[in-house]
């Protein structure tokens, strides 16, 4: 499923990014079928220890750059279930993370960059999801609560409350 700033131009307001983020289910025994050979059969250059070792890793992302651009592709890797919602992109059917996972995502991005104005692109999509998509925003601030994101998220609807 697509997650980050295809997701959120997705649920939000379009814009433009250098990397696709995309989450992978896969599990460890799975590797060679369901991640490395696909990949490699579109085009893509695999370093498989990179792969296994980030998959043992708790971090699982890996970033693979395009030669012959300035566009990179990371790949989350996870082991559970997906929370996914149907969708399209360019008349294509496809898959994104489901808009209140990521905009937890999001608030985690905000409170971990250093200095906040740094976070300027991850406030905006989520003003902009909260805005133009249905969003249960009564399960996202139980989990917000839980993450210790709430005061962000609450900021950013007071904010966008007085642009809008």
């Given at each position: 499923m697509f997650t980050g700033a295809l997701a959120a131009s997705y649920?939000?307001?379009?814009?433009?990014?250098?990397?696709?983020?995309?989450?992978?289910?896969?599990?460890?025994?799975?590797l060679e079928t369901n991640l490395i050979a696909p990949l490699r059969t579109a085009g893509i250059q695999v370093d498989e220890r990179k792969i296994r070792e980030a998959f043992k890793s708790g971090y699982r992302i890996i970033t693979f750059r395009d030669k012959r651009s300035p566009f990179t592709l990371d790949i989350?890797?996870?082991?559970?279930?997906?929370?996914?919602?149907?969708?399209?992109?360019?008349g294509l059917s496809t898959f994104y993370q489901v808009p209140e996972?990521?905009?937890?995502?999001?608030?985690?991005?905000?409170k971990a960059?250093?200095?906040?104005?740094?976070?300027?692109?991850?406030?905006?999509?989520v003003k902009a999801i909260l805005r133009e998509s249905k969003v249960n925003?009564?399960?996202?601030?139980?989990h917000a609560r839980k993450e210790n994101t709430l005061n962000?998220?609450?900021?950013l609807e007071e904010d966008?409350?007085?642009?809008?």
């Open positions: 649920y939000g307001t379009p814009r433009t990014t250098i990397d696709v983020d995309v989450v992978v289910k896969v599990s460890e025994k799975e989350i890797l996870s082991d559970k279930k997906l929370r996914k919602q149907s969708g399209t992109i360019l996972d990521l905009i937890l995502a999001k608030l985690r991005m905000i960059t250093v200095p906040r104005e740094r976070a300027q692109k991850d406030k905006e999509d925003v009564d399960a996202l601030k139980r962000i998220l609450e900021e966008d409350s007085h642009e809008h």
